[in-house]
C-alpha cells in the first residue's frame, strides 16, 4: 500500500483557508514535509516539521501534526491565485529515504 | 545563487532507442538525487549520490537505467533502451552534504531542478 496518502483534488475560493490533509504509514518519521510544485517546475520545499513538534507556523503557512493518527495538514490563509499548485505530502522514513504522496492539485475558484 | 540546472526540459524518443539527461547541482552541494515522477504521482527516487559514490540505487532498472557523477559536480542518467513506460518527469535534486547536516542534526532541504519531460512512443 502506499506510505503517504492524499486527496488528489481540492477546490477553494480565493481569500478562504485552504486545507491539505495526509496521512502517512511510518510511525519512526522523522520530519514530514510539504512541497508545492508549479505547472513546469520541479518542487519547491514550502516548510516541514520536526516529527515531535505538533504545530508550525510560517506566515500564511500553518502545519498540524498529529503523531498518534499519523496525520499531517497544511493550512494557507487568505488563498490567492498564486497558490494555485500541486502540493506535495512527504516523510523521511526509517530508512532516512523521503516518500512523497501523489500530490493535491489546489484550484483556486475566484 | 543558482539553481539546480537540468537538460534538455523535454524529449521524445520512439520506444528501444536511448536517451540520457544531464543535471548540473548547485554549487557545493554533495548530495544529488535522481527522481522519476509518473504523471499523477510523486516523486520517486532512483538513484542518490554522495560526491562521486552511489548510496543508494535501490530502485534503480539496472537493465536498462544507468547514472553516473564522475566527477563529483554534474551527473547523467541514461536510459537504454526505453520502454513506454519510461514516460515520465525525470527531476533532479541536490542539497549540502548528508553526513555533514545528520551530524550536526541539521534538517536537509533538497532543491530541486524544473526536471526534464521525457515521451516515449
Known amino acids: 500500500g502506499e506510505d503517504v496518502e492524499q486527496s488528489l483534488f481540492l477546490s477553494v475560493r480565493e481569500g478562504d483557508s485552504s486545507v491539505i490533509n495526509c496521512t502517512y504509514t511510518?510511525?519512526?518519521?522523522?520530519?514530514l514535509y510539504w512541497y508545492k510544485q508549479e505547472p513546469g517546475a520541479g518542487l519547491q520545499l514550502l516548510t516541514y516539521?520536526?516529527?515531535?513538534?505538533d504545530m508550525k507556523q510560517d506566515q500564511r503557512l500553518t502545519v498540524l501534526l498529529n503523531k498518534k493518527d499519523k496525520h499531517l495538514s497544511l493550512r494557507i490563509a487568505d488563498t490567492q491565485t498564486g497558490d494555485s499548485a500541486i502540493y506535495f505530502c512527504?516523510?523521511?522514513?526509517?530508512?532516512?529515504?523521503?516518500?512523497f504522496g501523489k500530490g493535491t492539485r489546489l484550484h483556486i475558484l475566484p | 545563487e543558482a539553481g539546480v540546472a537540468q537538460s534538455p526540459r523535454y524529449k521524445i524518443i520512439e520506444k528501444r532507442q536511448s536517451v540520457a539527461f544531464w543535471c548540473n547541482p548547485i554549487?557545493?552541494?554533495?548530495?544529488l538525487y535522481w527522481y522519476q515522477q509518473i504523471l499523477g504521482q510523486g516523486p520517486k527516487l532512483l538513484i542518490q549520490?554522495?560526491?562521486?559514490?552511489?548510496?543508494?540505487d535501490s530502485q534503480l532498472p539496472k537493465d536498462r537505467f544507468s547514472a553516473e557523477r564522475l566527477k563529483g559536480v554534474d551527473s547523467t542518467l541514461k536510459i537504454q533502451p526505453a520502454k513506454l513506460e519510461d514516460s515520465a518527469v525525470y527531476l533532479c535534486?541536490?542539497?549540502?552534504?548528508?553526513?555533514?547536516?545528520?551530524?550536526?542534526?541539521?534538517?536537509?532541504?533538497?532543491?530541486f531542478g524544473p526536471g526534464t519531460r521525457l515521451l516515449v512512443l
Open positions: 554549487s557545493g552541494h554533495a548530495t
Open positions: 549520490f554522495q560526491n562521486n559514490g552511489v548510496v543508494d
Open positions: 535534486a541536490s542539497s549540502l552534504d548528508r553526513r555533514f547536516l545528520r551530524e550536526r542534526r541539521i534538517q536537509e532541504t533538497q532543491y
Open positions: 511510518d510511525s519512526s518519521s522523522t520530519y
Open positions: 516539521i520536526f516529527s515531535n513538534m
Open positions: 512527504a516523510e523521511r522514513n526509517r530508512d532516512d529515504k523521503i516518500i
